[in-house]
C-alpha cells in the first residue's frame, strides 16, 4: 500500500460546461485511480485522486488539456500526506 499516493488538483479556465468532470472520472477510472472531481464555486475544477504514482502522473497530465471543449489555464497539483482509502471515482454534484 506504500506505493499509493493521494494528490489533490485544481484546474482553472473554461472548464464549466464542457464535460470536464465526467470526462476527468472517465479517465480516471481508464488509470485505475479512485477519488472524487467536482465543481467549485469560483469557477474551476476540484479533484482528489489515489493510486499509484505513474498513473497520478498521467491524470495530472491529461488534465492540462482536458476534454475537448475545455481550455485549461492553469493547474495546481499538491500532494496530500494521507491517504483516504476512497473505493472508487466519483463525480460531486
Known sequence: M????HISIQVYGK?????????????AQELGLTGFVQN?????????AEGNPSALKQLE????EGPRRAQV???????MERLAGFKDFKVKR
Not at 489555464?73 to 500532494?79: F, G, H, P, Q, R
Open 2 to 5: 506504500s506505493n499509493i499516493k
Open 15 to 27: 472548464v464549466h460546461g464542457v464535460f470536464f468532470r465526467a470526462s476527468t472520472k472517465e479517465k
Open 40 to 48: 467549485e464555486e469560483d469557477g474551476t475544477v476540484y479533484m482528489e
Open 61 to 64: 497530465q491529461w488534465v492540462h
Open 73 to 79: 489555464e492553469k493547474v495546481e497539483v499538491k500532494e
